[in-house]
């Protein structure tokens, strides 16, 4: 409850009312701060959760705020 007081008094649901649902995501982004500001690897990812397309992107969001 100290991390998600928000749902002190939830009732948790009878068996019959909850279901449980799984998907995969095809496309995600990773931030990487460790290695500079705005850096970010996107993935493709196919059916079987491999990943196709690993492609590291440099964004200059982060260094354009600090030139201005």
Not at 1 to 23: C, K, T, W, Y
Not at 26 to 41: A, C, M, N, P, T
Request: charged residues 20%; glycine residues 8%; proline residues 4%.
């Amino acid at each position: 409850m100290e991390r998600h007081s928000n749902l002190a008094g939830f009732q948790i649901p009878d068996a019959s009312e909850g279901v449980f649902m799984r998907m995969t995501c095809k496309y995600v982004s990773v931030l990487d701060f460790s290695q500079g500001i705005g850096h970010r690897e996107q993935l493709t990812v196919d059916d079987a959760g491999v990943p196709v397309d690993v492609t590291p992107i440099k964004d200059e969001w982060g260094t354009s705020a600090t030139t201005a």
